[in-house]
């Protein structure tokens, strides 16, 4: 059956969102589209986040804006540590020439992001435009690098939007086996030291899945988004006795 197409909201640079129940449902030609147009100045992606609305779109597209419902949500406290990654991050940990640092290679890390390989795309919606707004939104605190270093090198990572004390996960690349699941349990562990209890995953994945994200109504998410955006940001970096919020030290080992 053919669904009728909504209306799309066109936004001038500047002008607000319209309110999430004019997204689109599921059964239209693209679920979850909110918007068209707008800019991707700071101001504007620190609005569209704590509206639950990141923008995506392929290079020779307009802006598109979107928020999904329902939402796919890793609450910190379900991640699940399981055995194979554990003991990668235990070999982490025990190699002096391994460090997972924050922010110290943004732009690096976006950059690889936009270059990885994924399965069933022919190409990137990281282009040009977007990595300069998000390269404007780092230096101006809201978007965060978790990266991991092995003798000296940057080889895997992911980057992360922030706003207040709410996550919202962005991309990842890796280039040594399970690189970006070390970053990425690297957030987890920094998010429970500092108390944030959610990492917006955006769209329902296997992968997401098997890590602990689960959906989340939209109402719902921006609910909790909402509580979270007007709290005191953390302090964006990583301290070794970070992992011990994922991985406690047993009893011999204090």
Same mark, same amino acid.
């Given at each position: 059956m053919n669904h009728p197409r909504p209306a799309l909201a066109l936004l001038q640079p500047g002008e607000p969102f319209p309110p999430l129940s004019q997204a689109w449902p599921e059964g239209s030609p693209a679920p979850g589209l909110i918007a068209a147009g707008g800019a991707l100045d700071? +101001? &504007?992606?620190?609005?569209?986040? &704590?509206?639950?609305i990141f923008p995506w779109f392929s290079e020779g597209e307009p802006i598109l804006w979107w928020s999904? *419902?329902? %939402?796919? /949500?890793?609450? /910190?406290q379900q991640f699940r540590l399981h055995r194979s990654l554990r003991k990668a991050i235990q070999r982490f940990r025990a190699d002096a020439a391994c460090e997972i640092r924050v922010d110290t290679?943004?732009?690096? /890390?976006?950059?690889?992001?936009?270059?990885?390989?994924? %399965?069933?795309?022919?190409?990137?919606?990281?282009?040009?435009e977007m990595r300069a707004a998000y390269a404007a939104l780092h230096r101006?605190?809201?978007?965060?690098?978790?990266?991991?270093?092995?003798?000296g090198r940057l080889c895997a990572g992911l980057y992360c939007v922030g706003v207040g004390r709410a996550v919202f996960g962005e991309s990842m690349f &890796? *280039?040594? +086996?399970?690189?970006?699941?070390?970053?990425? $349990?690297?957030?987890?562990?920094?998010c429970r030291r500092h108390g944030l209890p959610l990492i917006d995953c955006q769209q329902n994945t296997a992968h997401l899945a098997f890590m602990g994200a689960a959906e989340m109504s939209r109402a719902d998410f921006a609910a909790a988004v909402q509580a979270l955006v007007p709290q +005191?940001?953390? $302090?964006?970096?990583?301290?070794? /006795?970070?992992?011990?919020?994922?991985? +406690?030290p047993s009893p011999a080992d204090r």
């Open positions: 700071v +101001p &504007t992606l620190v609005a569209a986040y &704590t509206n639950t999904p *419902d329902p %939402r796919m /949500v890793l609450q /910190v290679a943004f732009d690096a /890390v976006i950059d690889a992001c936009a270059g990885a390989w994924r %399965r069933g795309q022919s190409g990137t919606w990281i282009g040009p101006a605190g809201h978007a965060h690098s978790v990266e991991t270093w092995i003798d &890796t *280039d040594v +086996p399970d690189g970006s699941k070390i970053a990425l $349990a690297a957030l987890v562990a920094l +005191p940001a953390p $302090a964006w970096h990583f301290e070794p /006795v970070y992992w011990n919020a994922l991985m +406690p």
